[in-house]
């Protein structure tokens, strides 16, 4: 049906077949040429989203093996895409920076291989990675945003010797990594009390039901429990509860919790541009696989800690690893 | 306002500035305490509000509620605050506690001045994602709202604060008022008490208090006030010593003068006290009654001053009373008759006035007196010859007259009957003109006691002129006075008067009349009463004639008074017209005419001679009038005919006069006032009077000659020679011309007695330096002899007929231009 609603569109149809003929000779010619036209995507024009713009070309640009240029493209993607068709710039490949770009591609019509980055590993997952767009073109990648569970089990396990329960509340969307967190759970010897978040269920109870079990509360990305309204909840009564709350962002760090462990935007920025450039360097047909950052940051919040001093013993080694 | 002192308007000037600027300020500052401490509450009510509620989030959202109880009771403890109230957000109380109770839903207890203050408790968002791309919507969102605080503030504590401010505020207002006051009393005291001070002084000054003077500390103006006032003081005692001084010397003076005067003065002057005592008697009064100072001082005025009245010759005591105790002066009328030195009786006049003090107060009486012996004498004297005759003591004719128009006027006829005689003597002018006046006056005198013998003691003779006599017999009916009228015929008859060898018998005839009716006036009595008299003469003298309106007598003696009639109508209406004929002189080389201005009357067209009706003139006494109206007849045509021109000549115009005339004073001084007022010169007028009537009131035509001439007028004696009176009178009487009598002029060519005559006047008048006119020159024949005797001037139709003097003036006139 949609194939017919779109004949019936004379108009449309008649952009499908010119995008699918660009998009055919486009990709042979892109590796035969010199210039590669790199389409970038950003969810938000906010500096997190620059800062990877930028560490991305700077990352691609600073190998100097092929001639890279950078398209920034608006929401509108097909529109911009064809604009770039007819400018003769064809793009080589799409970057989508972030979960509203992502989504945004996900909807677009283009053969373009594409690279999700500054997304969550859960996102991906469950969103992308099974989307048409990637089911059909198999050209999708992605370099996520959170950090590998094992990291953070490790980090933790450093951090805060003393801590052998850890409370860890999943999500929706965040509850397919349960598995992970137990395989982490038993590696590194720190005993796990999870708990499942439902929808209207009040988290702060949950939460302060949850601290009075454990000695940490590590945070998993999952926007259905810790968003803004969340937040403050949780980290009061972790804190009303003395125990530290391990959490992944800088900005969670900065709201209360103990420490977190993050990638910075240009750090995937990076990484994502290394992704490109090994792809143009080896002359790889397909994408790579779907990356956990590289490089992460242990970031701690002084005040926090000076409170939970007393109580806690905290590993100031953690924060070597950079 | 302006009835206020000056301390008090010092003082409210003072207070009322401070008094509104303290209670603006202390209003203002109040205000702003109070406002601010409104501010307060409501920032504290506020900012509890406002922290304490973000502070409830967590307890809201975890449903903690110990959580919540314990902010609550933490909040409570902080002052002011009476309750506190969570609700959420379906308005539902979830916690609530109050100050006096801690339970969260006790409602109960409310502060009903509290003041409330509420706040949302909102759902906050921390940002926890550094790369947010799924939040964007959440983050725009709105709050949400977890519930409402409400937190009660007490206004206890703000009222007490409030209260206290007040309390402050009117303190501290009544304190500045009350230190306001203090310095007002005292500056207005400063400024109050040196003018105080001042009007101390000046009123001291007012009241004559000089030596006194103003304490000069005040300072400022007011010192240069005060020592302004003090200079004046100073200056005015100066002036005031000066002056006292001065008045002291002119006192001194006065009294001097006054003392000498009292001392000099012909008045005697008595000082009493105000009890009559006397206090001071000036010299005169010691001579009047014979006392000294001394003597008298301390008496009391009636035994020093004793009198009697004039009339009643009565002892009184001097009527002290009107003037020491009634404050009026006393100003008798009459005289009054003083016991003087050795009981000699002194006719005084006095006066007494209060003396007062200063204040008006009587302190006592002056009374000045003088002598009025010999004046009331002298006057008594005058009073008599102003009534009496001087010859023969009796009533004159004005008295006869004034005591006959009395008796008319008081008279009751219906009871009383009066009746008047004239007596008219006869023959007694043989005595006259035989032995001369002093015969005559003799005669006079003791035919005047024997008709006074004769009448009753009320009855009133009187001498009315010459040889008339009147009586009045009062209460006297007609048949009395005719027995009573021939006593005094008869007793007249036999008496015989002698004198130098000479024995004369006279008569009397006697008119009567009765006073029987107030329809009578005295004149026509009179008259009637001549008229019988003169019937009674005419009848054979020595007759008494009771008066009878019918007696065929009387129509003669009508005649009479029918020209007196016609000269009083002449009179009135100017019946007179005025001649002129001519008075030639002999030498006209040598002399000017003249003109003797004879009169005429004018009746109906008739020129009538004076020779017809100058008798009854004579008789009725009307010569005066007559000779009045020809002088100022006279003077106004001279006047109306500007004939300022004849004013160079002298002596062109003879006016007669009557010896009426003569004897009249009062004519006297009308001639000299009315030639004086006019603009002629007296020296163009001569006076003719005649001998008989100069010799017969020789002093009054001599008095009157006299003062004619020393207003230039000149005197001619008429009708020289026919009185045959002796030359000595010539000599004696001051005239300039000399009219021989027209008697010795009219024959003279063929008489030479006349001749003889006029040439012995004539020889006298040159000798006297007189110059001689003779009139009635009728024929041309005597001129020549008047020339050859000397006569200077002629007169008579030989010379010129009389022509009216309009005319003559007419002449005059052309012949001057």
Known sequence: MPVLDKIRSPFRLLCLLLCFVITLTSHVYAREKNNINIAVVLSKDTPPYHAFSEQLQKTLTATQIQKVKFHTIDSDINDSISTLYVSGNAPDFIVAAGAHASKKILTS????????????????????????????????????????????????????????????????????????????????????????????????????????SSDALLAIPDHDVYNRKTAKGI???????????????????????????????????????????????????????????????????????????????????????? | MNNLSIKSKVILITIIPVFITASLLSSFFVKEQLSDTE????????????????????????????????LIKNTLSIPDVNSVTILDANQHIIARQSIKSTKPDDSAEVDSEGMFFSSNIYHTEVDIDDIDDSG?????????????????????????????IIRNGILITLASLSLTIILALYFSNTVASPIKLLTKGINKIREGVLGERIYTGAGGEIAVLEIGINNMSASLQLAQIREKERADDTLFIEKSKAQITLEAIGEGVITTDINGFVSYINPAAENLLGATMSHVEGMHLHEIFKIKNFTEKENINYPVAICLEEGRSIRHDEPMILFGANDAEFIIRDNATPLRNRNGKITGMVLVFYDYTHIQRISDQLTFQATHDELTGLKNRREFERRLNELI????????????????????????DTCGHVAGDALLKQVSRLIHSQVRHNDLVARLGGDEFGIILVNCPIKQAVLIAENIKE?????????????????????????SSANQTSSELMINADTACYIAKDSG?????????????????????HWLQKINKALENNGFELYAQTIMPVDTAVNTPKYEILLRLIDSE???????????????????????????????????????????????????????????????????????????????????????????????????????????????LDDFGSGLSSFRYLKELPVNYLKIDGHFIRNIEISQINQSIVDAVTRIAKALKLETIAEYVEDDESLPLLKAFGIDYVQGSAVDMPLPFKKVLSQLARNKS
């Open chain 1, 109 to 212: 019509d283009n053969s373009i291989p594409t690279i999700f980055s500054l997304i969550p590993s859960s996102y991906y997952k469950n969103r992308i990675q099974n989307s048409p767009y990637c089911k059909r073109k198999k050209y999708c990648s992605a370099v996520y945003l959170d950090q590998p569970v094992e990291r953070q089990f490790s980090i933790i396990k450093k951090g805060l010797p003393d801590a052998k329960h850890l409370g860890i509340i999943l999500g929706p969307s965040s509850k397919n990594i349960k598995n992970e967190i137990l395989r982490a759970s038993k590696k590194y010897g720190i005993n796990v009390i999870l708990e499942s978040a439902k929808t209207d269920e009040n988290l702060i109870v949950l939460v302060d039901h949850l601290a009075r």
């Open chain 1, 235 to 322: 980290l009061l009564n972790s804190y009303k509860n003395h125990i530290p709350f391990v959490a992944y962002s800088h900005s969670f760090v900065r709201a209360g919790a103990l420490f977190s462990i993050y990638s910075t935007p240009e750090q995937i920025g990076e990484q994502t541009g290394r992704m490109l450039m090994e792809m143009l360097t080896h002359s790889k047909n397909t994408l790579p696989e779907p990356e956990f950052p590289d490089a992460y940051k242990v970031e701690i919040n002084p005040a926090v800690l000076r409170s939970l001093r007393s109580r806690i013993h905290f590993n100031d080694s953690i924060l070597d690893k950079q």
């Open chain 2, 39 to 70: 501010t307060a509450l409501n920032e504290k009510g506020q900012t509890i509000a406002k922290y304490l509620a973000p502070a409830l989030e967590y307890g809201l959202l975890s449903g903690n509620q110990s959580y919540l109880d314990a």
């Open chain 2, 136 to 164: 964007t919507m959440d983050k725009n969102g709105s709050k949400d709202v977890l519930g409402v605080l409400v937190v009660e503030i007490s206004r206890k504590g703000i009222n007490l604060v409030q209260k206290e």
């Open chain 2, 409 to 432: 006027e008081t008279s009751d006829f219906d009871a009383q009957e009066h009746a008047l005689c004239f007596l008219d003597l006869d023959r007694f002018k043989i005595v006259n």
């Open chain 2, 491 to 515: 007793t007249l008859k036999k008496y015989r008067c002698e004198w130098e060898q000479h024995v004369f018998n006279v008569g009397v005839s006697i008119g009567l009349i009765p006073v």
């Open chain 2, 541 to 561: 003298k020595n007759q008494v004639h009771v008066y009878q309106p019918t007696d065929h007598n009387f129509l003669h003696r009508h005649n009479e008074i």
């Open chain 2, 606 to 716: 008739e020129t009538i001679l004076p020779g017809n009706f100058i008798p009854a003139a004579e008789h009725y006494s009307l010569m005066p009038e007559i000779d009045r109206w020809v002088i100022k007849s006279f003077i106004s045509l001279l006047e109306e005919n500007s004939c300022e021109s004849l004013n160079d000549n002298r002596h062109i115009f003879s006016i007669n006069l009557s010896g009426q005339s003569i004897c009249s004073d009062d004519f006297h001084d009308f001639v000299i006032s009315t030639i004086e007022l006019s603009s002629i010169n007296p020296e163009l007028i001569t006076f003719e009077i005649t001998e008989t009537v100069a010799i017969h009131n020789y002093e009054a035509a001599t008095k009157m000659i006299k003062r004619l001439q020393m207003l230039g007028c000149a005197f001619a």
